[in-house]
């Protein structure tokens, strides 16, 4: 076998993302089995060279995992010849001109979403990297989860017949950093730093609902602010100014409707933390991070309202386990593997930085939707 190295440059890899799911359960996983297998004899390496402004956090993050290439210089590293990759993970705010940064340097690009603060800076990007000729990718990981990949095999196989509704839950408890520490960034709760529920999760939801079920043609959005006071890193309070709940409608290309809900203000009473159910004529199923459950028209019970005698039918127990019938990968992992296949073989890649930019766009109109309180059209956006 020979072995070909592609050098990455990853910044933001201090943080709870970068580090975990992308420096360590796939680039460090990539290694880790070594490498990824091309065909014909040839090997793919990645090595990453980590960047980030905070050099004791950068240091102490490549010693425990025997790493020796970092830097705080941003620019340094994008003007070395041998770095081939550039991959942001950044807090949002610092993405988009690190992109383009790293574009003018004619580094490939790789980047977990938003790609930038509104539609105009994403698109911006989007025509950029094309027209500089860099490959250009940005994380949809959910597609990965082995819960939706046996739902897009359900959709595929035309178990729905036709699809009528989607309905997603997402979110859990955040702690609010007083008597408990906060399990996520105090900045995710600051507008002005580029948090909020809605700026973090439509983005998912419109990759999930574009891949699987056809394009949002509409979006209808309500937010809130339901923990108005919250404390930080270091213990201080703050004022909460970004939304933490957003309540969505999205009408679909096709006439099904998806509705759902995102907040970190709300306790688990799911067996997953997102879930959806998907209802058609034939069938529903609803679907988490790694499981899938179904129930066919063929066994569908008949339920009858009646309030004033028990509930005697076990309404979970008549659904069926959609079984693996494969093997899931992390999905990190599996969609770094398609992207650095697309950056060393040319192999089709279609979550670029124009389909970054959709989820831009419905993440801006559905803050826009809340805050004019009506329902607004989600144009096709093209470069």
């Known amino acids: 076998m020979t072995r070909r190295t592609v050098r990455i440059a990853m910044n933001g890899v201090t943080g709870r993302m970068g580090h975990r799911q992308h420096l360590v359960r796939s680039i460090l996983a990539l290694r880790a089995q070594g490498g990824l297998d091309l065909g014909n004899g040839e090997t793919l390496w990645p090595e990453p060279v980590l960047v980030g402004r905070r050099e004791p956090a950068l240091r102490a993050l490549a010693e425990r995992h025997g790493l020796t290439e970092w830097s705080t210089d941003l ?19 610092a993405r988009a001109e690190a992109i383009t ?20 800076g994403a698109l911006e990007l989007a025509r950029l990297a094309t027209a500089k000729g860099v490959k250009h990718g940005v994380v949809q990981d959910k597609l990965f989860l082995p819960g939706l990949l046996k739902l897009k095999r359900l959709v595929d196989g035309g178990f729905f017949g036709e699809i009528l509704s989607v309905r997603g839950e997402f979110g859990y408890w955040v702690f ?5 520490d906060a399990q996520r960034p105090s900045w995710n709760y600051r507008a002005q730093d580029g948090g909020g529920i809605v700026v973090d999760m439509f983005p998912h939801w419109e990759y999930v609902l574009h891949e699987l079920f056809g394009r949002v043609t509409s979006v ?8 108005p006071r919250r404390w930080d890193e270091q213990g201080k309070p703050y004022e909460a100014t970004a939304d933490d709940a957003a309540y969505g409608i999205f009408e679909l290309e096709g006439g099904a409707v998806a509705q759902i809900n995102s907040s970190w ?29 179904v129930q ?9 309202w009646d309030p004033d005698v028990p509930t ?57 939707s809340a805050a004019e309180g009506r329902r607004l059209d989600v144009p096709e956006v093209g470069l």
């Not at 620019?75 to 705010?93: C, E, G, H, I, N």
């Not at 066919?296 to 009858?304: D, E, G, I």
Request: overall charge negative; charged content about 25%.
């Open 176 to 180: 609010e950093g007083d008597w408990q």
């Open 101 to 120: 940064r790293a574009v003018h340097a004619g580094k490939h690009v790789y980047t977990e979403k938003p790609t930038a603060a509104d539609l105009a």
């Open 220 to 227: 209808t959005a309500h937010v809130a602010t339901h923990v």
């Open 75 to 93: 620019d340094a590293v994008l003007a070395d010849d041998t770095v081939d990759v550039y991959f942001d993970a950044q807090v949002t705010s």
């Open 296 to 304: 066919h028209r063929s066994a569908t019970p008949k339920p009858v």
């Open 265 to 293: 203000a709300v306790r688990v009473h799911r067996d997953e933390l997102v879930e959806f159910q998907v209802d058609g004529t034939h069938g529903s199923a609803v679907a988490g991070l790694r499981d899938c459950r």
């Open 312 to 368: 005697t039918e076990p309404f979970r127990d008549q659904w069926q386990e959609v079984p693996d019938n494969a093997v899931f990968d992390n999905g990190f992992k599996a969609q770094w593997e398609l992207f650095l296949r697309h950056v060393v073989l040319d192999e089709p890649y279609h979550w670029d930085l124009l389909a970054g930019a959709r989820g831009v766009q419905l993440a801006e109109l559905g803050l826009r």
